[in-house]
């Protein structure tokens, strides 16, 4: 029996046969059509599908001018994280980590963030931010945006005003929690403003919203409500919009956004909520299963992204790390898995940038 | 009957309470068993939980089913003593998002899940201390369900069986864990009887488990 050396979800090394690989790539497309209603993948890709999850060597790539752009999300916080915070604990400057993605890592655009990379936190200490965008924007040359997650949790109890859809729900107070979820989308959507504009008056090329809707639809509906008002203020700014999930979770459950109901919307449905509020970048995410292979895993990521491209009118980051776009759910993604899923997105799903 | 069963189970499908609600006093008018109709309306909580795993219901949506099933047993409950038909609880769950952590959307779901499948869930909330999961157990909680969404904090999980294994309590409690970093192998690895992907896993494995 001839075996290929590859991974599953959560990292582990496994041995799987052809036809093994071949079912699970077939399994995960059949997955991501279904819950999406998207198509399937042509029988070509599933053939290069299986011709990169085969590949004797441990690192691949695209074929020469087949490069996409790279951008970097999280700020320095890939450096100066914890690895459970995509990071790697080493203590190193703002600004020298903006110029090591520049001038080490190969980056086309970068970004500032907060330690807590998220929109909130960062309203107390705006000027602080200013200046910081400010001074390195003076020596760095690559596209250089501030980055940070809507993350509407922190509008909720025990963090914030609202009351926590959890805690609500649990107690059966169904209305008051989607009350919580609409009040947090409007004060999240007036955050944004404030905090972008203020941003990119100091200078920033743009601005990108990094892990759209962790928190829900309403989290959702207040970034894109948010992205509308910034687009406003600033008409020539760049906006990425980054999502946290392939679907979008319903804490709300019927919120809208310019009379469509958010909850559930798959990737090539999310793109044109992004579009229509204003963003000049989309960034899809689908989340990696761990009990399932890399077969499984990148052959579904590659079918949902697919379609979401096919549909942009924007350009596509795919988003591609610990746990998203394929990847193993592991603290320093293992680079086999890495390039081959980066592989597929650019070779397949025709990715305009990862 | 086989109409009013049909309808009960749609009914708790399209999750409004008020739905529910005319569906039994239809079902009890017409001299349906308070037992068969609970096993309707759990026909349909189980075609809820579908739904809600495939991403077409949300989780208000199956909370409203749930509120629509509970008012319901408050009519049904007391037919079922009378009756002697009673069902009994299939266990007592503690559940918990463990210290250090404040994320506990899915451990809500997978409560919400387990109480609809019969459990009786002591759900602690979030940011739980180890001391609290070992008292529940300690109370009568033959099930442990932990929830971890940080690297961070999965640890925790950990520490908890190991302090069952050094108060003795271990081989007496079924430990359940979860969350987005939570593998299976991690699962293994700290000696956890089941692990859930998700919230309908969880549940599914803890019926499995309890039958």
Redesign the interface.
């Known amino acids: 029996m001839k075996g290929f050396y590859t991974r599953m979800g959560d990292g582990k090394r496994v041995i799987m046969t052809k036809e093994q690989i071949i079912n699970d790539i077939h399994a995960g497309i059949a997955d991501a059509a279904d819950m999406a209603g998207v198509p399937d993948l042509k029988a070509d890709e599933v053939d290069l599908l299986f011709e990169i999850i085969s590949d004797k060597n441990r690192i691949v790539g695209v074929e020469p001018g087949k490069e996409v752009v790279l951008t970097y999300d999280i700020g320095q916080l890939d450096f100066t994280g914890d690895n459970g915070n995509s990071g790697n604990g080493i203590d190193v400057g703002r600004r020298e980590s903006a110029l090591l993605h520049e001038r080490a890592l190969g980056g086309d655009t970068f970004e500032l963030a907060h330690a807590d990379y998220s929109i909130k936190p960062v309203k107390p200490i705006i000027s602080n931010e200013m200046q910081a965008m400010e001074e390195i924007q003076s020596e760095i040359i690559i596209p250089f945006f501030y980055g940070a997650m809507p993350n509407s949790g922190l509008y909720y109890a025990p963090d914030g005003p609202y009351g926590n859809p959890a805690d609500l729900m649990r107690e059966f107070k169904i209305e008051e929690a989607m009350q919580a979820a609409e009040f947090t989308a409007e004060h999240l959507a007036r955050d944004i403003e404030y905090v972008s504009t203020r941003m990119v008056a100091a200078g920033a090329d743009g601005f990108n919203f990094d892990t759209t809707a962790s928190a829900g639809d309403a989290d959702f509906v207040g970034t894109l409500k948010g992205v509308e008002m910034l687009r406003k203020a600033c008409p020539k700014t760049y906006i990425m919009v980054g999502m946290a999930g392939e679907s979008v979770m319903g804490i709300h459950g019927s919120i809208e956004y310019k009379g469509e109901v958010v909850a559930g919307k798959y990737p090539h449905q999310q793109v044109k909520l992004a579009e229509k509020a204003g963003a000049n970048v989309f960034g899809p995410v689908v989340n990696t299963n761990t009990s399932k292979s890399l077969a499984w895993n990148m052959s579904r990521s590659v079918t949902f992204v697919k379609e979401c491209i096919r549909v942009a009118k924007i350009p596509c980051h795919v988003n591609m790390g610990m746990g998203v776009g394929g990847i193993p759910m592991w603290e320093t993604a293992p680079n086999d898995a890495v390039t081959r899923c980066n592989k597929a997105m650019v070779e397949i799903a025709k990715v305009d940038g990862v | 009957m086989v109409d009013n069963k049909k309808e009960l189970r749609e009914a708790v499908i399209a999750y409004k309470v008020p739905g529910i609600q005319a569906a039994v006093e239809k079902a009890r008018k017409a001299g349906m068993p308070a037992g068969d109709i609970i096993d309707a309306m759990g026909d349909g909580m189980t075609e809820v939980g579908i739904l809600f795993e495939?991403?077409?219901?949300?989780?208000?949506?199956v909370?409203?089913a749930?509120?629509g099933m509970?008012s319901a047993m408050e009519v049904l409950g007391p037919e079922l003593l009378k009756s002697g038909d009673a069902s009994t609880k299939r266990a007592s769950v503690v559940m918990g998002t463990v210290e250090g952590d404040?994320h506990?959307?899915g451990k809500?779901i997978c409560?919400?899940m387990l109480q609809c499948a019969g459990f009786d869930v002591h759900?602690l909330?979030r940011d739980v201390p180890k001391a609290s999961f070992i008292n529940e157990i300690k109370a009568g909680c033959t099930m442990c369900g932990m929830s971890a969404l940080?690297?961070?904090t999965m640890t925790v999980q950990r520490d908890v069986i190991e302090i069952l294994k050094q108060e003795g309590l271990r081989k007496k409690v079924i430990v359940m864990v979860g969350g987005?970093?939570v593998?299976?192998?991690?699962a293994d690895k700290i000696g956890a009887d089941i692990f859930g992907?998700t919230a309908s896993e969880t549940t599914t494995k803890a019926k499995a488990i309890n039958k």
């Open positions: 495939r991403g077409k219901l949300f989780l208000p949506h909370l409203s749930a509120q509970k404040v506990d959307i809500s409560s919400t759900d909330g940080m690297t961070t987005a970093p593998t299976q192998a991690y992907e």
